[in-house]
């Protein structure tokens, strides 16, 4: 800060200038900015991904109560009926709406839970909008045929008669068949609901890596 001379009885007394008005301006304006610029890569960063804590033994063995995870939530844009649709080359969204792709069988997803709404749950896909899904005899099968699961420790000890599942929804399953509420149970998840696909697991330090997706989903 400047210095200012004043002369008293002969001598000269060396004070601090008081700081002006635009310097304080000045100075509050760049913590705004920097405030500004914070909240904007904070809200472009969520809307890309998300940290997920799982609870509960619905994933065991794949996932573990207490597992920390990032989830993609850019996978699962959907745009369809959306004004950005308008806006993207022909071809370029997908026939289910999504513009990467979108959900796939297998995929381990984040979705806000049909019966609990302030609650998210996380299961695996089994079926897409239009598959046939059935349970009998602890095997699941899709389009009728059955799918290989060595994800999973137990197979599943209840029945799920033939069903269709509907436009834009899903139908998902815990890996730990005999413990998890899911969609034998509540039946099938609306897109709507869905937040993104596990993707990396970052806590513990020992369970580090990204989340598997099984060859049959692809």
């Known amino acids: ?13 060396a004070t601090k200038a008081s700081p002006s008005n635009g310097g304080v301006r000045s100075f509050v304006w760049e913590i705004l900015q920097t405030v500004l610029l914070t909240l904007v890569i904070f809200l472009a960063v969520r809307a890309v991904v998300q940290n997920f804590k799982v609870e509960g033994a619905s994933m065991d063995p794949t996932l573990h109560s207490g597992q920390y995870l990032l989830i993609n939530k850019v996978g699962y844009l959907r745009v369809a009926g959306t004004p950005l649709e308008h806006l993207l080359p022909p ?7 999504y513009l990467f792709g979108g959900p796939q069988r297998g995929d ?3 979705f806000r839970a049909p019966v609990q709404p302030d609650k998210d749950f996380i299961k695996r ?6 598959d046939t899904v059935e349970v009998r005899n602890g095997q699941v099968f899709v389009n009728g045929e059955p799918i290989d699961e060595p994800y999973i420790a137990y197979r599943p000890p209840y029945v799920v008669p033939r069903q269709v599942v509907p436009p834009d929804h899903y139908y998902v399953l815990g890996d730990n068949r005999p413990n998890s509420s899911d969609s034998h149970v509540w039946g099938p998840v609306p897109a709507e609901n869905l937040i993104g696909r596990a993707w990396v697991s970052y806590w513990p330090p020992s369970l580090w890596g990204p989340v598997s997706t099984p060859a049959y989903a692809r």
Do not use: T, W, Y
């Open 91 to 97: 071809g370029l969204v997908g026939e289910n709406g």
């Open 108 to 110: 381990i997803v984040v």
């Open 125 to 130: 896909i089994i079926a897409l909008p239009g």
């Open 1 to 13: 800060m400047a210095l200012v001379e004043e002369q008293a009885g002969g001598q000269f007394a």
